[in-house]
C-alpha cells in the first residue's frame, strides 16, 4: 500500500476532494474500492479519457480496488454538455459501444483472470444498465427524485449556462439522479466508498454522496468520499486531445498507432512536464531528469519521445509501438523503407502531405509530385532543390531534375516517399 494522495498530488491531478484526512485514512486503512465512469456515446475512448483510466489505475497500483462503470443506461442519456443537447443513440448502437469500451479499458486494469481466484484488488467491470433498465418510473420518482431539490439542481453551473441558452431537456436534467444512484448501487453492491472524475464532474459526484446519506445513513461502509482530478489545458489555448483532424481516439481503426504516436510525440515544450506527470508511470526521479533534459536540449525531444512510446505500447501494445518508431525512422532516411508493411506506410503517410496519382503511365516527373505534396512551392523550386542535392525519392538522392517516379518504385504497389532535406516529408499514393 503506497499513499496514493501523496502521488496524486506531486503529479499535479488532485483538484478537490471532501474531506482529505478522512480519506488519507480510509486509503491507509484499505484496500478502498473506488469507482469512475465512462458513458458509452461512442465506440471508442479517447486521450481525454486517459486521465481518469490512469488514475483508476494508480489506485489499482497502490492497493486498492477500482470498479471501471461503462454506463449502459446512462449512456442512452449521455451527460448533459454545456451548450446543447446529445444525440440520442439506439439502444443497440450504445450496447455495442459498452462492448468496445469494455475491451479497451481491459487493457489498463487488471481484472480476474478466467478461472482463477479473485484478488482483494482486482478490478470490477460494471454496466449501470443492470439495474437502470429494471427500475420503474415511480421507483426513480420515489425513491431517488424525492431527495432531490429542484433549487440546487437550478444552481449546478451546467444547468444555469444551459438555462441562459436554449434550455435543457428533462432527459438531460434529469442525468445527475441517475449518476448520483449508480454510486448509491455501488456502495451496497461492493462497499464502494470513492467516486473519481475530472473536476467538472464534482456537482454529479457530490450529490451521489448526499444520496448514499439520505437512502443509506452511510450504513454499513461509513461515509463516502469524493476526489476529482484537474482537467487538462494546453498552454497555446487550445483544446487537450484535438487535432485538425478532430479527437485522438484509442481505437486504432479510427486513430492509427502512428497518428496517436505522433501526437504526444508533437507535445509543445511547455506542456510535456505536465503530461509526463499525468499519464506515465515513470518515477518523479525518471520524470525530473527527462524535464532536465528538456529545459537544457529541447531539439533533442527526450521528453516527448519518452511520453509517446509509453502510451503507444500502453494502448496499442509494445508490437505496434516498434512498428511506428520504425517508420517515423525510416521516413527520415535512418531505417529501411521497404521494411515497413502496408498499413503501417500508410498510416504515416496519413500524417504527411500527400500528392494522389490515378496513373503513372510512363512516369510522373518527380518534379511535379514535389510541387503537388507541396514541399516546395513550385516546379522551378523543386528543380532547385534536385540540384541542389535536397530531394530523394524512397530515401534516395534524386540527382536528375528530370528523374520520374515508375511503378517499379511504389512499395506495396502504391506508395512512395518524397523527402526535401532532412525534416520535410511527403507521400505520393496511387489511387
Not at 482529505?20 to 486503512?29: G, I, Q, S
Not at 486517459?50 to 470498479?67: C, K, M, N, V, Y
Not at 455495442?96 to 478461472?115: C, H, K
Amino acid at each position: 500500500m503506497t499513499d496514493i494522495i501523496d502521488e496524486l498530488e506531486w503529479r499535479g491531478l488532485l483538484a478537490q476532494t471532501t474531506d482529505l484526512d478522512e480519506l488519507r485514512k480510509a486509503l491507509a486503512d484499505g484496500p478502498v474500492t473506488l469507482y469512475c465512469g465512462f458513458d458509452p456515446t461512442a465506440g471508442s475512448l479517447h486521450v481525454g479519457h486517459l486521465t481518469q483510466i490512469l488514475t483508476l489505475a494508480r489506485f489499482q497500483r497502490a492497493g486498492h480496488r477500482p470498479i471501471a462503470l461503462v454506463g449502459g443506461g446512462t449512456g442512452l442519456i449521455g451527460d448533459p454538455k454545456p451548450t446543447a443537447e446529445r444525440t440520442l443513440h439506439s439502444e443497440e448502437t450504445v450496447a455495442g459501444y459498452v462492448a468496445a469500451i469494455g475491451r479497451q479499458l481491459s487493457a489498463f486494469l487488471r481484472f480476474t483472470p478466467e478461472g482463477a481466484a479473485p484478488e482483494p484488488t482486482d478490478a470490477i467491470m460494471a454496466d449501470n444498465g443492470e439495474w437502470l433498465r429494471s427500475m420503474t418510473a415511480i421507483e426513480m420518482l420515489r425513491d431517488v427524485g424525492k431527495h432531490f431539490s429542484i433549487n440546487q439542481m437550478l444552481q449546478r453551473e451546467t444547468v444555469k449556462a444551459r438555462l441562459d441558452g436554449d434550455g435543457m431537456s428533462y432527459t438531460e436534467f434529469s442525468y445527475v439522479l441517475l449518476q448520483s444512484y449508480d454510486y448509491v448501487q455501488f456502495y451496497r453492491r461492493h462497499g464502494c466508498t470513492l467516486q473519481i472524475g475530472g473536476s467538472d464532474q464534482w456537482g454529479n459526484i457530490t450529490a451521489g454522496l448526499e444520496l448514499i446519506r439520505r437512502m443509506d445513513g452511510n450504513e454499513p461502509h461509513g461515509p463516502a468520499h469524493a476526489l476529482t482530478t484537474n482537467l487538462l489545458t494546453k498552454a497555446d489555448g487550445t483544446k487537450f486531445g484535438k487535432t485538425e483532424g478532430g479527437s485522438v481516439w484509442l481505437d486504432p481503426e479510427l486513430t492509427t498507432p502512428y497518428a496517436f504516436y505522433q501526437f504526444w510525440f508533437n507535445t509543445d515544450d511547455r506542456d510535456v512536464a505536465r503530461y509526463l506527470r499525468v499519464f506515465s508511470f515513470r518515477s518523479q526521479e525518471e520524470i525530473e531528469e527527462l524535464e532536465r533534459q528538456t529545459e537544457e536540449r529541447p531539439a533533442a525531444r527526450a521528453a516527448q519521445r519518452a511520453l509517446a512510446e509509453e502510451l503507444t505500447s500502453l494502448v496499442h501494445g509494445e508490437e505496434e509501438c516498434r512498428k511506428v518508431i520504425e517508420a517515423s525512422q525510416a521516413l527520415f532516411g535512418r531505417a529501411d523503407l521497404s521494411a515497413l508493411d502496408a498499413r503501417t506506410l500508410d498510416a504515416a503517410l496519413a500524417e504527411v502531405p500527400k500528392a494522389e496519382v490515378s496513373t503513372l503511365g510512363d512516369g510522373v516527373p518527380v518534379v511535379d509530385l514535389l510541387a503537388d505534396t507541396g514541399l516546395v512551392p513550385s516546379k522551378s523550386a523543386a528543380r532547385r532543390a534536385i540540384q541542389e542535392g535536397g530531394a530523394y525519392l524512397n530515401n534516395t538522392k534524386v540527382t536528375d531534375v528530370d528523374a520520374v517516379l515508375g511503378a517499379d518504385a511504389l512499395m506495396h504497389g502504391r506508395y512512395a516517399v518524397l523527402r526535401r532535406g532532412k525534416r520535410n516529408i511527403g507521400g505520393v499514393v496511387l489511387g
